[in-house]
C-alpha cells in the first residue's frame, strides 16, 4: 500500500512539472531564428566573409523606408521652384514652357526664338550684351531715351516698339548673333540653385532614413564573426529584410549592401547567404 501512495505521489510530481513546463516549451517553439553569413568576392578573387559589420533585421524593406521618408519630406515641385525665382514673369513662364533650368547651356541659342528675346527681358538684356562694343555691325540701336518714359511716354512707347521690331528682324537675319547668349545669363541661371535644392534633400534623406528604420522597423540587429556569420533568435513568425541600411561593406575593390528578404517560421531557423549575387548593387571601391 505505502508502495502505491508513493508511486501515486511522484506521478502527480511528475504531473505538475510537465505542467508548469508547459507554457515555456510553447513560448519558445512561437519563435524562430536567423542564421546568415555574408561574403564579398573582389574582382578576380576569393570571396572573403565580411567581419565584425552590423546587419539590421527590419520588418520592412530599406528601400521603401526611404521611400517612406522621401514621401514625408518631398521637395517643392518644378513649378513652384519656378515660382519663387527672382526673375521676371516672362522668364519664369518660359521656363515652365521649356523642359530645361539651366541657362548656361551651350544649346540654349538653339532654343531661344527671337520672339523670346524681345519678348523676355533677361534674354533681351544678355543679347545686348552678348553683341555689345561694337562687335556685331549692322545692330539697330535703340533711339528711345529713358527721361522720355514719364517726360513724352507716347514718344518713348513709340520708339521703343520701332526697335523692338528692328530688333527682331536683325536677330531672324543674323541667328548666329545668339551664340554665346547663354555666358551673359550665369547671373539669372536658377540650375544652381535647383541641384543644391536636389542635392540638399538627398543628403536629409541620407541621414533620415537610417535613424527612421532603426527607430520604427528595427526587428534586431547582430554583427558577423571573423568568419562573416551571425545569428539572431527570438523572432516572431513573418516576413523579414537583412539590412545593410545605407553602409556598404567592402572587400579588395568591391563594395556591396544587402536588403535581403527572409521568412521566419515558428520553431526553425532561417538560413540565409549573403553575397554579390543577392546584394544591391556592385561599386567600384574609392580611396
Not at 149 to 160: E, G, I, V
Not at 241 to 256: E, F, I, K, P, Y
Request: net charge negative; proline share 6%; charged share 25%.
Amino acid at each position: 500500500m505505502a508502495f502505491v501512495r508513493k508511486t501515486l505521489v511522484m506521478l502527480f510530481a511528475m504531473l505538475c512539472l510537465a505542467v508548469c513546463a508547459a507554457p515555456g516549451a510553447g513560448a519558445q517553439s512561437a519563435t524562430g531564428s536567423l542564421d546568415f553569413a555574408a561574403r564579398i568576392t573582389p574582382t578576380a578573387a576569393r570571396p572573403e566573409p565580411v567581419r565584425q559589420f552590423t546587419f539590421f533585421v527590419l520588418t520592412k524593406s530599406y528601400a521603401e523606408i526611404v521611400k517612406e521618408v522621401e514621401g514625408e519630406n518631398v521637395i517643392p515641385t518644378r513649378e513652384k521652384f519656378i515660382e519663387g525665382l527672382k526673375a521676371s514673369p516672362e522668364l519664369k513662364e518660359w521656363l515652365k514652357a521649356h523642359e530645361i533650368l539651366d541657362l548656361t547651356m551651350p544649346e540654349l541659342d538653339r532654343l531661344v526664338t527671337p520672339e523670346d528675346i524681345i519678348h523676355v527681358p533677361e534674354f533681351l538684356l544678355a543679347y545686348q550684351h552678348s553683341n555689345s562694343g561694337g562687335v556685331t555691325s549692322g545692330i539697330p540701336k535703340p533711339r528711345y531715351a529713358d527721361a522720355d518714359k514719364t517726360a513724352h511716354p507716347d514718344r518713348y512707347n513709340k520708339q521703343l516698339q520701332e526697335y523692338y521690331v528692328a530688333l527682331k528682324k536683325f536677330i531672324q537675319n543674323n541667328p548666329s548673333t545668339v551664340s554665346g547668349i547663354e555666358l551673359e545669363l550665369m547671373g539669372v541661371n536658377p540650375q544652381q540653385q535647383w541641384s543644391q535644392i536636389q542635392s540638399d534633400h538627398r543628403r536629409r534623406i541620407l541621414r533620415m532614413a537610417p535613424e527612421f528604420a532603426q527607430t520604427k522597423y528595427l526587428a534586431a540587429k547582430a554583427d558577423t564573426d571573423l568568419d562573416g556569420r551571425a545569428a539572431v533568435s527570438g523572432l516572431a513568425p513573418g516576413e523579414y529584410w537583412v539590412s545593410t541600411l545605407n553602409l556598404d561593406a567592402n572587400a579588395g575593390d568591391t563594395r556591396l549592401g544587402w536588403d535581403v528578404p527572409v521568412t521566419i517560421r515558428a520553431g526553425q531557423t532561417t538560413r540565409v547567404d549573403l553575397t554579390n549575387l543577392n546584394a544591391l548593387e556592385t561599386r567600384a571601391s574609392t580611396p
